[in-house]
């Protein structure tokens, strides 16, 4: 017996890693095992597909423009609580303080 997968919601693809195998993709696209194998060796796949070995895989990148989602950290921080007064803001410098220069010719 046959089971239906249900098709995962476009947005999931941020949680998804770097690279994911071709049929996870094509779940995506409501594409199953067969279909997802017969459009790759066809060339017809939604997406650019990377052989790695005798592994078919798929960049999340590439998912995700072909499906119209936005990767984008800032982007996905829509509606985010902005820091008020009195709170701390989260710093864009990756130094951690302790590795600030002390003397200002460690600056140069």
């Known amino acids: 017996m046959k089971t239906s997968r249900q098709i995962p919601r476009a947005e999931t693809v941020r949680d998804l890693p ?3 195998p071709a049929i996870v993709a094509g779940r995506y696209f409501g ?3 067969e279909g997802t194998y017969r459009l790759i060796q066809a060339n017809d796949f939604p997406v650019p597909v990377l052989r790695i070995g005798a592994r078919y895989v798929v960049t ?3 998912l995700a423009d072909a499906l119209g989602v ?3 950290v800032e982007g996905s921080m829509k509606g ?4 008020g007064p009195g709170e701390p803001r989260a710093s864009r410098s ?3 303080p ?3 220069p002390t003397d200002s010719s460690e600056a140069l």
């Not at 985010?80 to 820091?83: H, P």
């Open 80 to 83: 985010a609580k902005e820091a």
């Open 31 to 33: 594409i199953g095992k």
């Open 70 to 72: 936005s990767l984008d």
């Open 98 to 100: 302790s590795q600030a």
């Open 18 to 20: 770097a690279t994911v």
């Open 60 to 62: 999340q990148a590439a």
């Open 94 to 96: 990756s130094a951690h």
